[in-house]
């Protein structure tokens, strides 16, 4: 029995899409099933963990727990946006030089989160970044280094 | 050329992680992938009567349903590092624990397995309530297999001779692993070959296992690991659910993806067993040590076998002429342990650093003070000289780093407005450990070093590490160096676990690079024009892509000059480093060491637990990379974290289902859980190995549980005995 396909027109990383999706495919599926766009990840499936955290309307969101379907017309952002490989996003750049990963699962969430989180200007001083980027779980322990590369990006 | 080993230089595999570029096991697809959903048992003890797959092979998409009526019969898999491997899936219809697996259901889609596994209804015939106590009086107590204890000495004799005796039970709660990266596999058979994508931290013994399990060749078996989602022991075992996705690849002739769900991540890949430590110490009035008696009883269980070493660490920890540890299991209707960051060690630490904490207080020295006066000089139990022990300087730097001096004695004396404050210490003699290791080592005629092993990164650094080995090794540029792991058809090596790859590997991508040079010059042994002629190894250095005579760095030639003068690609060895062994040999082997302490701050109203600050001083021999050594200090101090105040696996005592497995109710430390940590590094390369290297994987873990209880007594004089300490115990 073939689902009924809900419509969606969404920008991804600048590039737009027209998809028919089923109205329970969860944006963190089709973003890593459909477009093959997997460096977001799944740590939890359940709003828990962050690993899946991505941009929408420039907001940090938790992919796993937003139905595809709500995105019709936003505009998202993934890890795969946010620099190429020749030129680093600057938190991806201070991300590795100081260390803020070990195994690198929850990296991408990271690093989404903590952009999401110099725009709400939550990056006011190390215990203010520390409560706002609790929402990202790193079961590695890189929470020092994380809270190091988002000040150096901060500029204080 | 600036040293390459020591130098904190970026973790390599850096900026893949960063763009979401490095492939997990959860990232890999195939064409015609099809995807498989694992039913679990939802009693703990019992057999399975009937399975009614009808509704679920119906569902759309569904191409196959296995359970253990349909099942092959299976071979049990080789032991692995800690002793026995979990046994084969389905293989019969008893069942052990809750959540164990009955039926895996393979679909074209994730969502059509998840659906259709849903479906398959399993009757149970369930019989006696299910041994899920400790102090069940129907459960086992038996030694634990392949006795791990040890004895010196005459405990009562010691005891008799004591003017002070402290007598306590601790307690550790279960513990699980939870790597971020579900794990996964995924299996691709193509003829009589399969490939297995898996986050494994030990290839090798993942491809043996399977051809074992399946009865096929090792060399029929490749096994894919390059990027593991963290794994912290747990992918140490092949776990039930790879062999599951291998099967059911083979069962319906596509490739297949299975990756476990957060809450199956608590019952499938072990976990850390819950421990019941009694300890007896008695000591003279100066404080001398005369007597340790640890006796440790984990969980585990009900059937297949399972090695937690807790109180072995204990017999080596001071300068104690009586001591005698042993290790017990119960038997219980639980998932099977694995290994956890310091398996064994993080629990016994606890008790025994605790233990040595109130024998301080019940003697009226600073607990500092104590541990200086029982240091461990030479090995204990064989009373050779260590190879290196600077758990001394640990005490010393760390008290000074610290501000240990600071500290008021008296419990609850010290605070700042509500929060009372405590400072603790504790202190880690972690065990020597490695194994044989294969390497690979090629030049080729761009003068770039190719360097390559069947070893693990889960985020330890390896990758980074051994580059820069390799590079200094051969006299080359970062840059000039690629390092490759995580591929069972590269030279063998050893689990990344233990606190051992580091040294294990090290030591083989040193051995490969001196092979490399060794054969670069063979080939120039009576080549007429080249400068190295008939030089050995011992004569020669190498720097900046080029050997030269030690005496003098302007005669010697490039890797390439010899590549192209001789008409050769290429140059390529493969070599093999065993660890020094221990028989007749002069100097104990000896592990790392370190002294932790902890600020801890506890709101007397709330009974609030904060980590202010801890300082972590290591003796792990030369440290091979200053930042990736931090981290993972850094890393385990903040898993010490979670042991000490929030981490408890909670069973339903009546169904024996696990009730908080999610990130939701299994606390795992947060950011804002984390205080400032300093960590030092103290001490000298080991003499026994040519890199000097001592493993600092899981060190970084143990103690920190025990610094912290100890903080909580000195802030509040509560003694809590019992981890994770939770504000309720101090209400």
Same mark, same amino acid.
């Given at each position: 029995?073939?689902?009924?396909?809900?419509?969606?027109?969404?920008?991804v990383?600048g590039?737009?899409?027209?998809l028919?999706v089923?109205g329970?495919?969860?944006?963190?599926?089709?973003?890593?099933?459909?477009?093959? $766009?997997?460096?977001t990840?799944?740590g939890? !499936?359940?709003g828990a *963990? /962050?690993a #899946? &955290?991505?941009?929408?309307?420039?907001?940090?969101?938790?992919?796993c727990?937003?139905?595809a379907?709500?995105c019709?017309?936003?505009?998202v952002?993934?890890?795969?946006g946010?620099?190429?490989?020749?030129?680093?996003?600057? $938190?991806?750049?201070?991300?590795?030089?100081? !260390?803020?990963?070990? *195994? /690198?699962? #929850? &990296?991408?969430?990271q690093?989404?989160?903590?952009?999401?989180?110099?725009d709400e200007?939550?990056a006011?001083?190390?215990d203010?970044i520390r409560?706002?980027?609790s929402?990202?779980l790193?079961?590695?322990?890189?929470?020092p280094?994380i809270?190091?590369?988002?000040?150096?990006?901060?500029?204080? | 050329?600036?040293?390459?080993?020591?130098?904190?230089?970026?973790?390599?595999?850096?900026?893949?992680?960063v763009?979401?570029?490095?492939?997990?096991?959860?990232?890999v697809t195939?064409?015609?992938?099809a995807?498989?959903?694992?039913?679990?048992?939802?009693i703990a003890?019992?057999?399975?009567?009937?399975?009614?797959d009808h509704?679920a092979?119906?569902?759309a998409?569904?191409?196959t349903v296995?359970?253990?009526?349909t099942a092959?019969?299976?071979t049990?898999?080789p032991?692995g590092?800690?002793?026995p491997?979990p046994p084969?899936?389905?293989?019969?219809?008893?069942?052990?624990?809750?959540?164990q697996?009955?039926?895996?259901v393979?679909?074209?889609t994730?969502?059509?397995?998840?659906?259709?596994?849903r479906?398959?209804k399993?009757?149970?015939?369930?019989?006696?309530?299910?041994?899920?106590?400790?102090?069940?009086?129907?459960s086992?107590?038996?030694?634990?297999?392949?006795d791990?204890?040890?004895?010196?000495?005459?405990v009562?004799?010691?005891?008799?001779e004591a003017?002070?005796?402290?007598?306590a039970?601790y307690?550790?709660?279960?513990?699980?692993?939870?790597?971020l990266?579900?794990?996964?596999t995924?299996a691709?058979w193509?003829?009589?070959?399969?490939?297995?994508?898996?986050?494994?931290?030990?290839p090798?013994?993942?491809?043996?296992?399977?051809?074992?399990?399946?009865?096929?060749?090792?060399?029929?078996?490749?096994?894919?690991?390059?990027?593991?989602?963290?794994?912290?022991?747990?992918?140490?075992?092949?776990?039930?659910?790879?062999?599951?996705?291998?099967?059911?690849?083979?069962?319906?002739?596509?490739?297949?993806?299975?990756?476990?769900t957060?809450?199956q991540?608590?019952?499938?890949v072990g976990?850390r067993?819950?421990?019941?430590q009694?300890?007896?110490?008695?000591a003279?009035r100066?404080?001398?040590l005369?007597?340790i008696?640890?006796?440790?009883?984990?969980?585990a269980?009900i059937?297949?076998a399972s090695?937690?070493?807790?109180?072995?660490?204990?017999?080596?920890s001071?300068?104690?002429?009586?001591?005698a540890?042993?290790?017990?299991?119960?038997r219980?209707?639980?998932?099977?342990?694995g290994?956890?960051?310091?398996?064994g060690?993080a629990?016994?630490?606890?008790?025994?650093?605790?233990a040595i904490?109130?024998?301080?207080?019940?003697?009226?020295?600073?607990?500092?003070?104590?541990?200086?006066?029982?240091?461990?000089?030479?090995?204990?139990?064989?009373?050779?000289?260590?190879?290196s022990n600077?758990?001394?300087?640990?005490y010393?730097?760390?008290?000074?780093?610290f501000g240990?001096?600071r500290?008021d004695?008296?419990?609850?004396?010290m605070?700042?407005?509500?929060?009372?404050?405590?400072?603790?210490?504790a202190?880690?003699?972690?065990?020597?450990w490695?194994?044989r290791?294969?390497?690979?080592?090629?030049i080729?005629r761009?003068g770039r070093?190719?360097?390559?092993?069947?070893?693990?990164?889960p985020?330890?650094?390896?990758?980074?590490?051994?580059r820069?080995?390799?590079g200094?090794?051969?006299?080359?540029?970062l840059?000039?160096?690629?390092?490759?792991l995580?591929?069972?058809?590269?030279p063998?090596?050893?689990?990344?676990?233990?606190?051992?790859l580091?040294?294990?590997?090290?030591?083989?991508v040193h051995?490969?690079?001196?092979?490399?040079v060794?054969?670069?010059?063979d080939?120039?042994?009576?080549?007429?024009?080249?400068?190295?002629r008939g030089?050995?190894?011992?004569?020669?250095?190498?720097?900046?892509?080029?050997?030269?005579?030690?005496?003098?760095?302007s005669?010697?030639?490039?890797?390439?000059?010899?590549?192209?003068r001789?008409g050769?690609?290429?140059?390529?060895?493969?070599?093999?480093?065993?660890?020094?062994s221990?028989?007749?040999?002069?100097?104990a082997?000896?592990?790392?060491?370190a002294a932790?302490?902890?600020?801890?701050?506890?709101?007397?109203?709330?009974g609030?637990?904060?980590?202010?600050?801890?300082t972590?001083?290591?003796?792990?021999?030369?440290i091979?990379n200053?930042k990736?050594?931090?981290?993972?200090?850094?890393g385990?101090?903040?898993?010490?974290?979670?042991?000490a105040l929030?981490?408890?696996?909670i069973?339903d005592?009546?169904?024996?289902?696990?009730?908080?497995?999610?990130?939701?109710?299994y606390?795992i430390?947060v950011n804002?859980?984390?205080?400032?940590?300093?960590?030092?590094f103290?001490?000298?390369?080991?003499?026994?190995t040519?890199?000097?290297?001592?493993?600092?994987?899981e060190i970084?873990?143990?103690?920190?549980?025990a610094?912290?209880?100890?903080?909580?007594?000195?802030?509040?004089?509560?003694?809590?005995r019992?981890?994770p300490?939770?504000l309720?115990?101090l209400?």
């Amino acid at each position: 029995m073939a689902a009924t396909l809900i419509s969606l027109t969404a920008s991804v990383n600048g590039v737009l899409y027209e998809l028919g999706v089923a109205g329970r495919d969860t944006l963190l599926d089709v973003l890593r099933e459909r477009l093959a $766009l997997t460096g977001t990840k799944k740590g939890c !499936d359940q709003g828990a *963990c /962050g690993a #899946c &955290t991505v941009l929408v309307d420039g907001r940090r969101v938790l992919s796993c727990l937003m139905l595809a379907a709500q995105c019709d017309g936003c505009e998202v952002t993934t890890i795969e946006g946010l620099g190429s490989e020749a030129q680093l996003h600057p $938190l991806q750049s201070a991300f590795v030089r100081h !260390d803020a990963l070990q *195994c /690198g699962y #929850c &990296t991408p969430g990271q690093i989404m989160s903590a952009v999401a989180l110099l725009d709400e200007g939550r990056a006011g001083s190390d215990d203010e970044i520390r409560e706002f980027m609790s929402g990202n779980l790193c079961r590695c322990g890189a929470y020092p280094n994380i809270v190091a590369a988002i000040r150096d990006v901060a500029g204080r | 050329m600036t040293a390459l080993i020591g130098s904190g230089v970026d973790r390599v595999d850096g900026p893949a992680k960063v763009r979401g570029a490095a492939p997990y096991p959860t990232d890999v697809t195939y064409p015609q992938l099809a995807h498989a959903a694992l039913v679990r048992s939802t009693i703990a003890s019992g057999r399975v009567i009937a399975i009614n797959d009808h509704d679920a092979r119906a569902t759309a998409g569904v191409l196959t349903v296995i359970t253990h009526e349909t099942a092959p019969t299976l071979t049990p898999a080789p032991f692995g590092l800690l002793g026995p491997a979990p046994p084969p899936p389905l293989q019969d219809d008893h069942i052990h624990h809750h959540g164990q697996y009955v039926a895996v259901v393979v679909a074209a889609t994730a969502h059509e397995a998840d659906v259709a596994a849903r479906l398959v209804k399993v009757e149970y015939e369930g019989g006696d309530p299910p041994l899920l106590d400790f102090d069940d009086p129907r459960s086992a107590l038996e030694a634990t297999p392949w006795d791990t204890a040890t004895q010196r000495g005459d405990v009562e004799a010691g005891l008799a001779e004591a003017d002070v005796i402290h007598e306590a039970t601790y307690t550790t709660a279960d513990n699980t692993n939870n790597p971020l990266g579900l794990f996964a596999t995924v299996a691709a058979w193509e003829g009589d070959i399969v490939t297995v994508h898996d986050a494994t931290q030990w290839p090798a013994y993942t491809q043996a296992t399977i051809a074992e399990v399946f009865g096929i060749e090792p060399a029929a078996v490749h096994v894919r690991s390059p990027y593991v989602g963290g794994a912290f022991g747990a992918g140490l075992f092949v776990w039930q659910h790879v062999i599951l996705a291998v099967l059911a690849a083979r069962a319906v002739g596509r490739p297949v993806k299975l990756v476990l769900t957060r809450p199956q991540m608590f019952t499938g890949v072990g976990h850390r067993p819950s421990s019941v430590q009694s300890i007896r110490m008695g000591a003279r009035r100066d404080g001398e040590l005369v007597a340790i008696e640890h006796v440790s009883t984990n969980s585990a269980s009900i059937k297949h076998a399972s090695i937690e070493p807790i109180s072995g660490a204990t017999a080596r920890s001071y300068a104690c002429a009586n001591v005698a540890t042993t290790d017990q299991q119960r038997r219980l209707n639980i998932p099977l342990p694995g290994s956890m960051r310091g398996p064994g060690h993080a629990q016994g630490n606890f008790a025994l650093e605790s233990a040595i904490d109130e024998l301080a207080y019940a003697l009226g020295l600073d607990p500092l003070e104590l541990r200086l006066r029982n240091f461990a000089a030479v090995h204990p139990q064989s009373g050779l000289p260590w190879s290196s022990n600077a758990l001394g300087e640990c005490y010393t730097v760390g008290a000074e780093r610290f501000g240990w001096s600071r500290r008021d004695p008296e419990p609850g004396s010290m605070r700042e407005g509500h929060w009372k404050i405590g400072y603790g210490l504790a202190a880690i003699s972690w065990s020597w450990w490695q194994v044989r290791c294969q390497a690979r080592a090629t030049i080729t005629r761009d003068g770039r070093a190719h360097v390559c092993s069947a070893a693990s990164d889960p985020g330890t650094g390896t990758r980074t590490v051994m580059r820069q080995v390799a590079g200094e090794r051969l006299g080359l540029p970062l840059n000039d160096v690629r390092f490759e792991l995580g591929d069972s058809e590269m030279p063998w090596a050893p689990a990344s676990g233990g606190s051992s790859l580091t040294a294990s590997l090290g030591n083989a991508v040193h051995a490969a690079c001196e092979a490399l040079v060794r054969r670069f010059l063979d080939v120039v042994a009576d080549d007429d024009r080249s400068p190295l002629r008939g030089c050995s190894l011992d004569d020669v250095r190498v720097a900046e892509g080029r050997i030269h005579r030690r005496d003098d760095p302007s005669d010697g030639e490039h890797y390439t000059d010899i590549l192209a003068r001789h008409g050769l690609n290429e140059l390529t060895v493969d070599a093999e480093a065993t660890p020094p062994s221990q028989e007749n040999a002069e100097l104990a082997r000896s592990g790392p060491f370190a002294a932790k302490f902890v600020e801890v701050r506890v709101d007397e109203d709330l009974g609030l637990i904060r980590v202010a600050r801890i300082t972590t001083a290591i003796d792990a021999g030369r440290i091979l990379n200053e930042k990736t050594a931090r981290s993972q200090i850094v890393g385990g101090t903040i898993g010490g974290i979670g042991q000490a105040l929030l981490e408890e696996t909670i069973t339903d005592p009546g169904t024996g289902r696990i009730t908080n497995a999610t990130f939701g109710d299994y606390l795992i430390p947060v950011n804002a859980d984390t205080p400032d940590i300093d960590v030092f590094f103290v001490g000298r390369p080991d003499p026994l190995t040519p890199l000097g290297a001592k493993g600092l994987g899981e060190i970084g873990l143990v103690g920190i549980a025990a610094a912290i209880a100890n903080g909580v007594h000195h802030a509040t004089g509560r003694r809590i005995r019992s981890i994770p300490i939770t504000l309720d115990r101090l209400l």
